[in-house]
T-cell receptor, first 116, second 112 residues
Framework: QQQVKQSPQSLIVQKGGISIINCAYENTAFDYFPWYQQFPGKGPALLIA?????SEKKEGRFTISFNKSAKQFSLHIMDSQPGDSATYFCAASNGILTGGGNKLTFGTGTQLKVEL | GAGVSQSPSNKVTEKGKDVELRCDPISGHTALYWYRQSLGQGLEFLIY????????KSGLPSDRFSAERTGGSVSTLTIQRTQQEDSAVYLC??????????FGPGTRLTVL
């Protein structure tokens, strides 16, 4: 049973546009929602993360929007650049606040291509 | 500072052989994780270490898979009697308590 559903599978955006990737989760015990960026041949790198006590978090051009009642969260990349072309993974865990393991459940990824 | 390192970066083996994959976490990171990434798939959790103990090994797909961590640092993931379905990128990550995971570059395993 997939606990974190991610869409779309792939996305093409024009330079300067807004990229939006969506995720939905099932486990209401999740309390930590990060997004990871992965370039070919590299490991995933933490991009931005949110806790369920806030509805939005912004870091530079990257924003997470979180809807606890709908059990959904999304990543918005403003002013998308060709260098943003990568695979993006959403994830969720329920260990971060208890001091225990931060076992992440990942979505299946979105391949983003930003065209000139 | 140095990030998580993994070796080898690539491993090609024949079906039925045993393989060992190594992970060197960031110094001082108490938590260590192994994930598996198959082509076009998300990351699949394998095992989590806190110090040298593994409180969660629920993701290990079969008893052919095992892992250990020594000295609260280096970890080795061992796959015995490899099968073609074991082909994937094996990713290691480390973290401090209550912090995000820092992933290594992965080991690409190909089982012929």
């Amino acid at each position: 049973q997939q606990q974190v559903k991610q869409s779309p599978q792939s996305l093409i955006v024009q330079k300067g546009g807004i990229s939006i990737i969506n995720c939905a989760y099932e486990n209401t015990a999740f309390d930590y929602f990060p997004w990871y960026q992965q370039f070919p041949g590299k490991g995933p790198a933490l991009l931005i993360a949110i806790r369920p006590d806030v509805s939005e978090k912004k870091e530079g051009r990257f924003t997470i929007s979180f809807n606890k009642s709908a059990k959904q969260f999304s990543l918005h990349i403003m002013d998308s650049q060709p260098g943003d072309s990568a695979t993006y993974f959403c994830a969720a865990s329920n260990g971060i606040l208890t001091g225990g393991g931060n076992k992440l459940t990942f979505g299946t990824g979105t391949q983003l291509k930003v065209e000139l | 500072g140095a990030g998580v390192s993994q070796s080898p970066s690539n491993k090609v083996t024949e079906k039925g052989k045993d393989v060992e994959l190594r992970c060197d976490p960031i110094s001082g990171h108490t938590a260590l994780y192994w994930y598996r990434q198959s082509l076009g798939q998300g990351l699949e959790f394998l095992i989590y270490f806190q110090g040298n103990s593994a409180p969660d090994k629920s993701g290990l797909p079969s008893d052919r898979f095992s892992a250990e961590r020594t000295g609260g640092s280096v970890s080795t993931l061992t796959i015995q009697r490899t099968q073609q379905e074991d082909s994937a990128v094996y990713l290691c990550a480390s973290s401090l308590a209550r912090k995000g995971l820092n992933f290594g570059p992965g080991t690409r395993l190909t089982v012929l």
